[in-house]
């Protein structure tokens, strides 16, 4: 009985996630400039519960501001450090560091973590939808919160990667176009 409820609970939560990564492309998005660094704080300190009996560090740098959606940027953070806590649950003390650069003229905001990391022969395939690195057994997900960062992403006409090495952590990095894929509408 206890795996039956536990297995129910985890297809609900992927339901969930499965209706939010079909919304992504239809939901009407409301450009305006949006304050990255304080979006990235606001989710860092939203992860406190997840921290909880931890000692984990974040490093939210000053970022260049964005022009988007601040609904759907949030989610972006949302996920990204959300994977950085969970990531760097097996470090005595969890560094997670998020920030922006500029590179030929295009801004990169980034995320980075020195979790448990992944070969990135593989990341090809993380930013698709169930696709995982890890056994669940060891961290939860449905494998669907980096397909709705692509995504995002994408809706704002930037693009997503990541650079990792096993047991060395990651970093995941975007970039936003203004106007996006669909102009605001």
Not at 31 to 56: K, S
């Amino acid at each position: 009985m206890t795996r039956i409820c536990a297995n129910a609970e985890k297809m609900g939560r992927l339901i969930i996630d499965l209706l939010a990564l079909s919304r992504l492309d239809r939901a009407a998005m409301t450009m305006a400039t949006v304050d990255m660094t304080a979006l990235a704080r606001r989710c860092a300190e939203e992860l406190a519960p997840a921290c909880e009996g931890r000692d984990v560090v974040f490093d939210i740098r000053g970022m260049a501001p964005a022009t988007g959606d601040e609904n759907l940027l949030r989610e972006v953070f949302a996920n990204l450090l959300s994977n950085a806590v969970k990531y760097t649950r097996p470090r005595a003390q969890a560094r997670i560091e998020a920030g922006s650069c500029v590179s030929q003229g295009e801004t990169i905001y980034y995320v980075k973590d020195n979790g448990v990391g992944f070969d990135t022969a593989y990341a090809a395939n993380i930013f698709k939808p169930f696709t995982r690195l890890h056994r669940e057994s060891e961290f939860e997900g449905s494998g669907v919160g980096l397909s709705i960062v692509q995504r995002i992403a994408a809706r704002h006409g930037g693009r997503v990667w990541v650079s990792a090495r096993p047991d060395e952590g990651a970093e995941f990095c975007f970039t936003l176009m203004p106007g996006g894929e669909n102009d605001g509408k």
